[in-house]
T-cell receptor, first 116, second 116 residues
Framework: DGGITQSPKYLFRKEGQNVTLSCEQN?????MYWYRQDPGQGLRLIYY???????QKGDIAEGYSVSREKKESFPLTVTSAQKNPTAFYLC???????????????FGAGSRLTVL | DAKTTQPNSMESNEEEPVHLPCNHS???????IHWYRQLPSQGPEYVIH???SNVNNRMASLAIAEDRKSSTLILHRATLRDAAVYYC?????????????????FGQGTILTVHP
């Protein structure tokens, strides 16, 4: 079955360390996204990518970096510059074509990062 | 991005219908209305979307006001598995630059509790 795989599901990090979260999709979607969710809050967009080798900052990109070398993969690195990295991170993907606001997002199961 | 307003929480009994309201008074003519739901510790799941006409699918129905300033997600017979946070989101029609792809702005949503 097609879907989005995020790994690891749980991750612990010491302060000052960078950590990379993996996101892989086999839905043949062009666009991929990273969201952050804090307890009791909605999702906030970190970065998104519409095509390979191109990505744009979302609303809270500071302290994060991404790459899009393959259509299927969109890894997120949480750097030591991110002041409050403890959160639930969600990856999503969608079709890009047609310019339609009807294109829906498919989400992964999430990665929960805790900074010790 | 246009904003949506939802009640913080609602309760229902199992096997009864549930009507989840959403106000979006600043909606533009090309904004689609999307609903997603999120179970605890999982990624959001697409429920339904529409533009002007009422929509039905296997999960739910979406009733859109004639002036499009509000909409209602209808779960015809709530089950315990429907207990989740429900997000009402407006998704803009992407322009040629495509910068609005996937930029779903999630609010805090409505926490639905279903009682057995």
């Amino acid at each position: 079955d097609g879907g989005i795989t995020q790994s690891p599901k749980y991750l612990f990090r010491k302060e000052g360390q960078n950590v990379t979260l993996s996101c892989e999709q086999n839905l043949n979607h062009d666009a991929m996204y990273w969201y952050r969710q804090d307890p009791g809050q909605g999702l906030r967009l970190i970065y998104y990518s519409q095509i390979v080798n191109d990505f744009q900052k979302g609303d809270i990109a500071e302290g994060y970096s991404v790459s899009r070398e393959k259509k299927e993969s969109f890894p997120l690195t949480v750097t030591s510059a991110q002041k409050n990295p403890t959160a639930f991170y969600l990856c999503a993907s969608s079709y890009r074509g047609g310019g339609s606001g009807a294109n829906v997002l498919t989400f992964g199961a999430g990665s929960r990062l805790t900074v010790l | 991005d246009a904003k949506t307003t939802q009640p913080n929480s609602m309760e229902s009994n199992e096997e009864e219908p549930v009507h989840l309201p959403c106000n979006h008074s600043t909606i533009s003519g090309t904004d689609y209305i999307h609903w997603y739901r999120q179970l605890p510790s999982q990624g959001p799941e697409y429920v339904i979307h529409g533009l002007t006409s009422n929509v039905n699918n296997r999960m739910a129905s979406l009733a859109i006001a004639e002036d499009r300033k509000s909409s209602t997600l209808i779960l015809h017979r709530a089950t315990l598995r429907d207990a989740a946070v429900y997000y009402c989101i407006l998704r803009a029609l992407a322009n040629a630059g495509g910068t609005s792809y996937g930029k779903l702005t999630f609010g805090q949503g409505t926490i639905l509790t279903v009682h057995p």
